[in-house]
Nanobody
Framework: QLLESGGGLVQTGGTLRLSCAASGRTVSNHAMGWFRQAPGKEREFVAAVSDNGRDTRYHDSVKGRFTIRRGSDFNSVILQMNNLKPEDTAVYCC???????????????????WGQGTQITVSA
């Protein structure tokens, strides 16, 4: 099970940090990613990180503003979000790929485990 935390309401230009921790399993050998879904829109890739933390991938809309990294124990993933914009408003879900699959994929079907999501609302 993946558990997200850190969501909330923030003003435009503000900062939030999302965390995703694994419960009942270890994900230190799994690539992980963040996806988001706004009301009435398709789920969208945000960022991904390889199992060893060395490779990252970002959606163009968040490059330079968001940073994804593994937690110090590698059993969690953190999404640092700076300079937030109203269009970032969505439910953010973390996801993990299968064991020993290392690539930081931007394709949702590549991910096997999903969290329930946390709401991010950015006010104008």
């Amino acid at each position: 099970q993946l558990l997200e935390s850190g969501g909330g309401l923030v003003q435009t230009g503000g900062t939030l940090r999302l965390s995703c921790a694994a419960s009942g399993r270890t994900v230190s050998n799994h690539a992980m990613g963040w996806f988001r879904q706004a009301p009435g829109k398709e789920r969208e890739f945000v960022a991904a990180v390889s199992d060893n933390g060395r490779d990252t991938r970002y959606h163009d809309s968040v490059k330079g503003r968001f940073t994804i990294r593994r937690g110090s124990d590698f059993n969690s993933v953190i999404l640092q979000m700076n300079n937030l914009k109203p269009e970032d408003t969505a439910v953010y879900c973390c996801a993990a790929r299968s064991y020993l699959v290392s690539d930081a994929s931007a394709w949702a079907p590549d991910y096997k485990y999903w969290g329930q999501g946390t709401q991010i609302t950015v006010s104008a």
